[in-house]
């Protein structure tokens, strides 16, 4: 399964581990609890953690390490793993963890119908994204972003956000009712939940990620439409979305359009929109009023 990758990925090997092996992997922390005590407090040789490594390894080689996307052609299942594998290098940029495929599919995703509607359209995207990171964590992405080789964003402003955008981040920055999310461990760097108090620029608790597929067409599929014509991405997907086409050296989106965002500010009065600024090299979100149509300004209706 992809994931981060070179030194996190024996870390990640025994999060699987513990998640295909929940017996093995208590068994194993008790017996490294008790060794510890019996070398007076002194952490013995991680056995346990190799030992846990050793069961992923196997379990990726055999059946059990084709399941996450068991029953997927494989077209559509190297796209799964094309989607984890950049969401992993954006992920990296700020030492988050993408969940493995397996957790999604335990929240309740549904890998059969994902799979049908990536059959059916070659625009769409996997896009595995973070909610919680706050208006301060997705800048702190993008200048990583902007750091890299080759990137198209610039670097002293790679992501512009509307002064009634961070004012209301938070509406913009939460998972829509009714999607099926994964709450990330506590062990993630800038950790948040939806609500919580912001301390260092996220949020306190623990982050949220979906698995939505996204239309990664140059302009929105569907143009001319207020904001009424929905669903819409939301903020967190988009800008993720672009993060991604960084990671894989390919062009930004919208470098000519608008695409609309889920969610109202204002009370309801106007929508945020998105675009890449190609003058300034930089992603831009503003507002307009829900209403507002236009032969550039559109929607990419996510599927999940």
């Known amino acids: 399964m992809p994931g981060d990758v070179g ?13 295909l092996f929940p017996d093995l992997a208590d068994e194993l922390d008790r017996a490294y609890a008790e060794g510890r ?9 991680r056995g346990a953690e190799a030992m846990l490594d050793a069961a992923a390894l196997a379990a990726r080689q055999g059946d059990l390490g084709r399941a996450a996307f068991a029953g997927i052609d ?6 799964f793993t094309r989607g984890f ?3 992993g290098a954006v992920a990296g940029w700020r030492d988050l963890r993408v969940p493995e495929p397996e957790e999604f599919w335990a929240a309740g995703a549904d890998h059969a119908a994902l ?9 769409l995207v996997v896009v595995p994204t973070p909610y919680g990171l706050g208006n301060d964590g997705w800048v702190a992405l993008f200048r990583a972003a902007a750091r890299q080789p080759g990137s198209p964003l610039s670097l002293a402003a790679p992501l512009i956000l509307a002064p009634e955008v961070t004012a209301e981040f938070d509406l ?34 623990g982050v949220s990620w979906t698995l939505r597929l996204v239309p990664a067409t140059p302009k929105p599929p569907l143009v001319g439409l207020s904001h009424s014509h929905g669903p819409h991405p939301t903020l967190p997907e988009i800008l993720m979305l672009q993060l991604m086409h960084v990671a894989a050296g390919e062009p930004l989106l919208d470098g000519s359009s608008f695409t609309w965002v889920h969610g109202t500010l204002s009370g309801g009065r106007f929508a945020a929109r998105e675009l890449f600024d190609t003058s300034e090299r930089s992603v831009r979100v503003n507002t ?6 236009g032969p ?7 599927i999940g």
């Not at 030194?7 to 998640?19: I, K, Q, W, Y």
């Not at 799979?115 to 625009?123: K, N, P, T």
């Not at 307009?288 to 149509?293: D, I, K, L, P, T």
């Open 7 to 19: 030194a996190a990925g024996s870390g990640n090997e025994a999060r699987l581990a513990r998640l």
């Open 37 to 45: 005590r019996a070398a007076g407090g002194t952490a013995p040789a």
């Open 74 to 79: 494989g077209l559509e299942a190297a796209r």
């Open 85 to 87: 594998e950049l969401a």
């Open 115 to 123: 799979a049908r509607a990536l059959m059916a359209d070659a625009s």
């Open 172 to 205: 913009l920055d939460t998972v829509p009712r009714g999607i099926a999310a994964v709450q990330a461990g506590g062990g993630q760097v800038g950790g948040v939940r939806a609500g919580g108090v912001r301390a260092g620029g996220v949020r306190a608790g």
């Open 288 to 293: 307009r009023e829900v209403g507002n149509q």
């Open 296 to 302: 550039h300004l559109g929607a990419r209706p996510p």
